[in-house]
């Protein structure tokens, strides 16, 4: 059983910034691909950012300049570093983990940007 656990949700205001992380119960060398999510309310769950095994990141354009995806190995824990947070920001921010194709969730945690 895997467990995925985010923290460092929020409320903050348009311009600032937050930190979400993600804690495994596994090492993350057993994915092939971790990511975040984000279900703003009202719309589908979007992939905003990736990582690979390797190493190679991925943002989807809507976060591309502001977002960075990074891992600590050492922790087993995955980070999203969001910088000039705007109200289209808000929602809830998911971490996932996928080995072959199984794919592991955290249970989501809300980030709201106020205007």
């Known amino acids: 059983q895997v467990q995925l656990v985010e923290s460092g949700g929020g409320l903050v205001q348009a311009g600032e910034s937050l930190k979400l992380s993600c804690a495994a119960s596994r090492s993350w060398f057993s994915f092939d691909v971790m990511g975040w999510y984000r279900q703003a309310p009202g719309k589908q769950r979007e992939r905003i950012a990736s990582?690979?095994?390797?190493?190679?990141?991925g943002y989807a354009d809507s976060v591309k300049g502001r977002f960075t995806i990074s891992r600590d190995n050492a922790r087993n824990t995955v980070y999203l570093q969001m910088n000039s947070l705007k109200p289209e920001d808000t929602g809830v921010y998911y971490c996932?983990?996928?080995?072959?194709?199984?794919?592991?969730w955290g249970q989501g945690i809300q980030v709201t940007v106020s205007s």
């Open positions: 990582i690979t095994n390797g190493g190679g990141t």
């Open positions: 996932s983990a996928y080995k072959s194709t199984v794919a592991y």
